[in-house]
Structure formats: structure tokens, C-alpha cells
């Protein structure tokens, strides 16, 4: 069951990420980006995280993503523009991201032997759990997010708002 | 092999690969918007791998780094698109080859 809900969820993360890169017109990366995230809450749930799977539900394909496409739309921006301004990222990019790629998966699959492989059986993280260290251990990096957070919207705020008006 | 379990290592290729994903996306697009998008993908991508070795650890914490990941992305989105609507404001464009005042 673990590895066919896997199997499906995965496809669908790979599928909406391939196909971000396909389209050319923003708004359907955005609307791939909600089913790569959608999916990827899924995943955290089989991985027995409860209140990542509906933070992530909540904070990124519903909050950030509703961001990206009324920006989108409210900028109505066309297709993308097929130019070719820096020939580097193909010079260095490619060959990095190949190497990147493929050291990851070797030391991932030289990993594997030390570790035991994730069964639905295993015991989920409740919210409650969570909660428990986050207000007792990290209080203070929690309230500092808010903080962050707070700076960020007068940030903005401030870089949106038409210039001179006051 | 056994259909209840799955090994660690396949979520973190997964992760591997969307991370991949996310930069291959942030080389080739041209709009600035999907370049974002790119970022975030590559943000989604570390946070699975987070979420998998909080998983085989039994590390609370581990969570925990997860979540402060997401308020960061969620306030770096905010202030990210603030910038695009400026920066489109002033240029009307939004093609990265013709933002590159600060290019070498």
C-alpha cells in the first residue's frame, strides 16, 4: 500500500516539476507548482508528519501559490520569451547540475545500508509532539519567525506601493 | 520486495531530483516569475528530504526545521513578488535578460 501510494504521489511531484519546465506561459508552471506541493503533502503524510502535510497545504498551495498566480494575473504576463542572453549556464551549468545529481545519488544509495526503510506501521508525529518541543525548546526561533514575518509584509508593503504617493 | 515498506533512499532521490529540477528550471527559464517558481521548488525539495531524516531518526526536530523553512519561504515570497511587481512596474518587462543592470 506504502509503495503504491508512494509510486503515485512521486509521479505526480515528477510530472508537475518536468512540466514547470515545459510550459511556457507562467501560469501553468504555477498551477504545476500547486500539484507538485499538493503531492509533496501527501508524501509528508506517509512519512507520518500530520501537521507538516497540512502546513504544507495551507502555507504553500494555498497561501504562496495563491500569491504567485494573482501575480501572475495581475501583471498579465504573456508567454515567455525564448531569448538566449548568457551561453554560461550551458558552459557550467548543465555539467554541475549532472555532477550535483549524481554524487547525491551515490551517497544516498551508499547510505541506504545503514537505514531501515519507512513502513506506514511506524509512528507518526503527532501535532501534539510537535507542539511540545517547538514551544518548549524553540519558543524563542518561533517568535522570531513571527517577527520576520511581520517585516516582511511591511517590506512589502513598502516595495509594492506606487512611488509618490504618500 | 515487500509492499508496506519503502526505502529511505527513494524519497531522498526524489528530493535529489526535484532539487535538480528546481535548478535546471532556474538555468533555462527566461521569465522571472518561473525563475522564482524554481526557487521554491528547490525549497520544497530540501524540506522532503528534511521531513525523511526526521522520519528515520525520530527527530522532532527535525519537523520543526521543516516549519521554519516554510514561514521563511512564505516571507521570502512575499517580499520576492513585491519586488517582481516593482521591477515590472518600472521596466514592463519581466524577461531576466533585460533585468541585468547588476550583471557582470
Redesign the interface.
Known amino acids: 500500500m506504502h509503495l503504491i501510494l508512494f509510486l503515485i504521489f512521486a509521479g505526480f511531484c515528477l510530472a508537475g516539476a518536468v512540466n514547470l519546465l515545459l510550459q511556457t506561459h507562467p501560469i501553468n508552471s504555477a498551477l504545476s507548482l500547486i500539484v507538485v506541493m499538493s503531492s509533496l503533502a501527501v508524501l509528508y503524510l506517509l512519512l507520518g508528519a500530520e501537521f507538516l502535510a497540512i502546513a504544507q497545504i495551507i502555507v504553500y498551495a494555498g497561501a504562496v501559490m495563491v500569491l504567485f498566480t494573482f501575480v501572475v494575473m495581475l501583471l498579465n504576463v504573456g508567454e515567455e520569451e525564448r531569448t538566449h542572453g548568457s551561453k554560461i549556464y550551458r558552459v557550467v551549468g548543465f555539467p554541475a547540475v549532472i555532477v550535483f545529481f549524481s554524487v547525491m545519488t551515490t551517497v544516498i544509495l551508499e547510505a541506504q545500508k545503514h537505514m531501515r526503510g519507512i513502513s506506514l506501521k511506524d509512528a507518526i508525529t503527532t501535532t501534539q509532539d510537535l507542539s511540545r518541543v517547538l514551544f518548549r525548546d524553540m519558543l524563542l526561533p518561533f517568535e522570531l519567525t513571527s517577527v520576520l514575518i511581520l517585516i516582511a509584509i511591511l517590506g512589502a508593503v513598502a516595495l509594492a506601493r506606487k512611488e509618490g504617493h504618500s | 520486495?515487500h509492499?508496506?515498506?519503502?526505502?529511505?533512499?527513494?524519497?531522498?532521490?526524489?528530493s535529489?531530483?526535484?532539487?535538480?529540477?528546481?535548478?535546471?528550471?532556474f538555468?533555462?527559464?527566461?521569465?522571472l516569475?518561473?525563475v522564482?517558481?524554481?526557487i521554491?521548488?528547490m525549497l520544497?525539495a530540501v524540506?522532503?528530504s528534511f521531513?525523511?531524516f526526521?522520519?528515520?531518526w525520530?527527530a522532532?526536530?527535525g519537523?520543526?526545521f521543516?516549519?521554519?523553512v516554510?514561514?521563511?519561504?512564505?516571507?521570502?515570497?512575499?517580499?520576492g513578488?513585491?519586488?517582481?511587481?516593482?521591477i515590472?512596474?518600472a521596466r514592463a518587462t519581466?524577461?531576466?535578460?533585460q533585468i541585468?543592470l547588476m550583471k557582470l
Open positions: 520486495m509492499f508496506d515498506v519503502v526505502p529511505d533512499s527513494w524519497y531522498l532521490i526524489l535529489a531530483l526535484l532539487f535538480t529540477l528546481g535548478v535546471v528550471g538555468l533555462i527559464k527566461r521569465s516569475i518561473t522564482f517558481m524554481s521554491e521548488l520544497n524540506n522532503l521531513v525523511t526526521a522520519h528515520e525520530h522532532v526536530k519537523q520543526i521543516v516549519f521554519f516554510m514561514m521563511v519561504a512564505a516571507a521570502e515570497a512575499a517580499v513578488l513585491a519586488i517582481i511587481i516593482a515590472f512596474r519581466l524577461n531576466v535578460d541585468d
